[in-house]
């Protein structure tokens, strides 16, 4: 994705709701709470599921490359006759460097505390001169995420490891249990085979290479555990029974580390990865989900009013549909939160149309309760959003952290996706972010998962109309207008209305597109309407690159000026550091008109150089430029396309992509000339008496072009046939032009009527 959209990237809405993932992929919380201390208890004696760390020590072959290894990852889960589970997880990682030290020193799990409960059972860390030091009785908290606009159920096991440094090994071991059922009659959970760490200050995770890793779950013999395709991947599977209980045990060995780069694949199988289940069926999440929110679907006078007034001027299905968009964007605000409920479980839709506000399940209840109240057909719809990447969905879980509305096709109407979460987003606030993910629509007949459909790159654009339009001493002016859709658009216009320094970081946004020049003025049109694209218009002041008068002025323009901007094609990583799968998606487009206007009728063009046209599987670039009236007018268009480039073909990408950035750009000089100014000015005049016509024969003569002389003189004897000079002309062009017998004729004729030879 381009740089510049994944540094302003605005997430709209997250539930933030899910099972535990007995530690693997936890999600970073962000909201202050107060801090609560776990009664550790140095003393109660945990059952360890591992070895003794002096034990591990020993098995393990030291890899002096690696900055850390995780010697064991083990997670062992219970489930009882009810479907209620407890999960124990014991990891041990070998400290290689002090990036490690930094990284391995603070531990966080994140958890559910609406469903479960966690309990950190020991942590220790085993010094380099083999002594062991255990985790201190201030050192572990309960914490709530730090974001203060942020409501919802996750919070997280925090811990501080004692004395980590480079050859020390630390070890712990914690416990999840349920507290509540999520979905009656079912379980579910996703596991990694790895341990993901978060990176010190925020810089990300990492996934180390893993020299064992191990899943075992042990259930009543008669729960049917349906588990995802693990075979792509060196991890194997037992499963035993003994005394009604049942033993199903994932390994794997020798796991290399997970080197997350940017533009990856959103599919999680670059990473050994299992759901497990007790239903193979979507449909049981789906009548689950429907159950919980059917009930909310209630009315009242309030509600019933607003139904009354949308039908009194919405008398189609598409009216009455934007009448209910507008309506929710205009009356009930968007919060990131679970208000006052754990889970999926919404408020009833009168309540929030009531109280004002409400989170995306909240405003997805009132949209389908007003859209079937006005005779349309709408279920929710649950989403997996691309800040979760696509999990294998063959197998059900509940790993959605996102709701919206769906429309089918009907009377008239296409089928629509209908997110209102985004504040003045576009009808029907259809965004990026859930573009091409899967979703469940949440009604009884469900059977399957759906997948939301993407937009083509014509539709994700930039396109900039730039006209140099000024010239006053040796100072230039230009006006632009940049027009945005797509990606683009959404972005743009959540930083227009969130940035706290908006006209300045868009001047200087877009100040990069010329960085000699600066940004003058500076409009945006329809931030806050949600019917019409933003775009953005203003000027550009050139300073000292012109000298005026007889002085030539140089103009140049390249597709790179569009892509440093709206992309990110000059940081890719190397050949050999690309590690992963390189993925575009979605693609996009970039466009531009350029024009460039002399800056007198004196100064003629000079084209230097011309950008180049480019088609290959990556990348189409269309340039042409036209020469009009006193100006030069550039177009270029640049797809780049939605690709997925394994490793083996990176090297090519790589080389096209630099192809691109060095292609030619659009060079052009305007030099001043005198008789081709006055050439033109003839030629532009228009007028047919003979005067003009004799002194513009006389300069395409002068200028060599004698085939124009000849019918500009032809057209001044026809305009006056007794202009003895008009004749000689004549003679003059026919001449030139190898016609001798016609031109002693003319000549004859010029002093027959007076003309001096």
Known sequence: MPDLLTKIFYLRCVLLIGLSMAGAYALADNDKDKNKDIDKNNDKKAERIAPALKTLARSFKLDSSSEAQVILRKTRVHIDEQLMSHATSYVAVYINSDEAVRDYSQISVSFNSFYEDIELEFANVRTPDGKMDSIKADATQIQSPTDENFYHDRKELLFSLPNVRKGSIIEFQYRYTDTKKMVPDQWFDSFSFHWWEDRAAGQGSRADSIVASELQIIAPATINLISSDTSAYPITQKRSIKDAQQTVTWTGKNLAKIELQNSMQREHDYAPYLRVATTAKWNDVARWADQLIEPHLVSDAKLNALVADIKKTALTPEAKTKAVYRAIQEQVRYVFAHVGRGGYEPHDAAEILKNGYGDCKDQTVLAVMLLRELGIAADPALIVTRGRGVPDMRV????????IVH????????????????????????????EGQPALVVNNKTQSISVLPSLPAREHFAELELVFDKFEGRDTQASFKINFGGLYEQRLRSMWKYSSERDKYFRELIGQIYNSAEVTELTASNADNMWQPFSLSGRFSFTNVWGGG?????????????????????????????????VVDPGYSLRARIVFASPDSDHQLQLTTQGENIDNAYYTLTQSGKQEKNRYVI???????????????????????NELIESNDWSLSYIYNKTAAELIALENNGTSDVVSLIALTRLHIKNGDYAKSLATAQQAVNASPKKAEAYYVLGLAQGYNQLFTESDASFKQAEALGYKL
């Open 396 to 403: 059900p879980g509940i790993s959605f952290d996102h709701m």
């Open 407 to 434: 429309i089918p096709a009907q009377n008239g109407l296409p089928e629509i996706w209908m997110d209102t979460t985004g504040e003045t987003s576009l009808y029907p606030g259809f965004s990026v972010g859930i």
């Open 635 to 657: 177009n270029q268009d640049l797809t780049v396309k939605q690709v997925k480039v394994p490793l083996k073909d990176y090297g090519d990408f790589y080389q096209k992509t």
């Open 550 to 582: 007889k002085d030539p002025i140089n103009y140049s323009f390249s597709i790179t000026q569009l892509t440093n901007l709206f992309a990110d094609l000059r940081n890719l990583h190397s050949v050999h550091d690309r590690k992963q799968i390189y």
